[in-house]
C-alpha cells in the first residue's frame, strides 16, 4: 500500500516536473535541466515520493531515447543475462574514481552473460564530452532523466549540481529483465521486467547506510552479487537428469 502511495504521489509530482523542463528534452545547449526556485519544490517532492528500489522489486519499464557507444544488446528474461545499471553521477568526485575499477570489473564479466549500461541525464552531447572522460566502451544512455527518476535515483535537492537535476551514482543488479529495440526507431531502447536483485544505495556517494567508504569493498561487494546472480542462473538452467 505504501508503495502505491508513493507511486501515485510520485507519478504527480513528476509530471509537473516533467511539464515544467520539457523544454529542455530537445535542446542540446544545456547540459541538464536547470531547477528554478519556480521547479525546487516540484523536484524536492519527486525526490521524496520515489524511493530508492531495493532488492526484491521489480524493475520498472525505462525507455532509453538515445545511446552512445552502441545500444545494449537485445535480451529476453530466458536468456539469463544479468544487467548491471551504473547511474551516471556526474559532479561526484568518488564516482569518477570509481571508473576504472568498473572498466576492469566490466572486462572480467562482459563474456559470461553480463551486460553493462551507464544511463546519464544530460543531452547527448553533454554525454559524448563525459564519455571522453570516462573512457567507458558500454552503451550509456543519455536525456536518461525519466528512468533514472524510476529507479528513485534522483539526487537529493541539496545536492543538485549548480542547481541543476543531478543523479545519485547508483550500481544495480538485474536478473531477468528483457531489453528490447523500437522497430520504429532503432535509437529507442525499452528495458523492463526482472527483479532487482543488489542495489548498493549510492555508496560511492560516502553516505549510504552500509558503510562502504572504501572503493575496494563496494566493488568486492558489487563482484559478489553479480557472481551471486550467475549462480542462481546457471542453477536454474542446468538440465534436469
Same mark, same amino acid.
Given at each position: 500500500?505504501?508503495?502505491?502511495?508513493?507511486?501515485?504521489?510520485?507519478?504527480?509530482?513528476?509530471?509537473?516536473?516533467?511539464?515544467?523542463?520539457?523544454?529542455?528534452?530537445?535542446?542540446?545547449?544545456?547540459?541538464?535541466?536547470?531547477?528554478?526556485?519556480?521547479?525546487?519544490?516540484?523536484?524536492? @517532492?519527486?525526490? +521524496?515520493?520515489? !524511493?530508492? /528500489?531495493?532488492?526484491?522489486?521489480?524493475?520498472? *519499464?525505462?525507455?532509453?531515447?538515445?545511446? &552512445?557507444?552502441?545500444?545494449?544488446?537485445?535480451?529476453?528474461?530466458?536468456?539469463?543475462?544479468?544487467?548491471?545499471?551504473?547511474?551516471?553521477?556526474?559532479?561526484?568526485? @568518488?564516482?569518477? +574514481?570509481?571508473? !576504472?575499477? /568498473?572498466?576492469?570489473?566490466?572486462?572480467?564479466? *562482459?563474456?559470461?552473460?553480463?551486460?553493462? &549500461?551507464?544511463?546519464?541525464?544530460?543531452?547527448?552531447?553533454?554525454?559524448?564530452?563525459?564519455?571522453?572522460?570516462?573512457?567507458?566502451?558500454?552503451?550509456?544512455?543519455?536525456?536518461?532523466? +525519466?528512468?533514472?527518476?524510476? /529507479?528513485?535515483?534522483?539526487?537529493?535537492?541539496?545536492?543538485?549540481?549548480?542547481?541543476?537535476?543531478?543523479?545519485?551514482?547508483?550500481?544495480?543488479?538485474?536478473?531477468?529483465?528483457?531489453?528490447?529495440?523500437?522497430?520504429?526507431?532503432?535509437?529507442?531502447?525499452?528495458?523492463?521486467?526482472? +527483479?532487482?536483485?543488489?542495489?548498493?544505495?549510492?555508496?560511492?556517494?560516502?553516505?549510504?547506510?552500509?558503510?562502504?567508504?572504501?572503493?575496494?569493498?563496494?566493488?568486492?561487494?558489487?563482484?559478489?552479487?553479480?557472481?551471486?546472480?550467475?549462480?542462481?542462473?546457471?542453477?536454474?538452467?542446468?538440465?534436469?537428469?
Amino acid at each position: 500500500m505504501i508503495r502505491i502511495i508513493y507511486g501515485v504521489l510520485f507519478s504527480g509530482c513528476f509530471g509537473l516536473l516533467m511539464i515544467a523542463v520539457g523544454y529542455w528534452a530537445g535542446s542540446d545547449q544545456a547540459v541538464k535541466p536547470t531547477v528554478g526556485s519556480n521547479l525546487l519544490h516540484q523536484y524536492k @517532492r519527486a525526490v +521524496e515520493a520515489a !524511493p530508492m /528500489l531495493e532488492p526484491g522489486d521489480r524493475l520498472p *519499464k525505462l525507455t532509453i531515447n538515445g545511446w &552512445i557507444n552502441g545500444s545494449p544488446k537485445e535480451t529476453e528474461p530466458a536468456d539469463g543475462t544479468v544487467l548491471v545499471i551504473d547511474v551516471v553521477g556526474e559532479g561526484c568526485y @568518488r564516482y569518477m +574514481e570509481s571508473l !576504472p575499477k /568498473l572498466i576492469e570489473l566490466r572486462e572480467s564479466m *562482459k563474456d559470461r552473460g553480463v551486460q553493462f &549500461i551507464s544511463l546519464y541525464p544530460g543531452s547527448r552531447d553533454s554525454a559524448m564530452s563525459l564519455q571522453t572522460t570516462m573512457s567507458t566502451s558500454w552503451p550509456i544512455g543519455y536525456e536518461a532523466l +525519466e528512468p533514472i527518476a524510476k /529507479l528513485g535515483s534522483l539526487a537529493p535537492s541539496e545536492y543538485l549540481l549548480n542547481e541543476r537535476i543531478a543523479a545519485n551514482p547508483v550500481f544495480y543488479v538485474v536478473a531477468g529483465s528483457a531489453i528490447t529495440i523500437c522497430s520504429e526507431n532503432p535509437a529507442v531502447s525499452f528495458i523492463a521486467g526482472g +527483479e532487482i536483485v543488489y542495489c548498493d544505495n549510492a555508496a560511492r556517494t560516502g553516505h549510504s547506510p552500509e558503510i562502504l567508504s572504501d572503493m575496494d569493498a563496494i566493488f568486492t561487494r558489487l563482484r559478489h552479487e553479480i557472481e551471486s546472480a550467475l549462480e542462481v542462473r546457471d542453477q536454474t538452467t542446468e538440465p534436469q537428469e
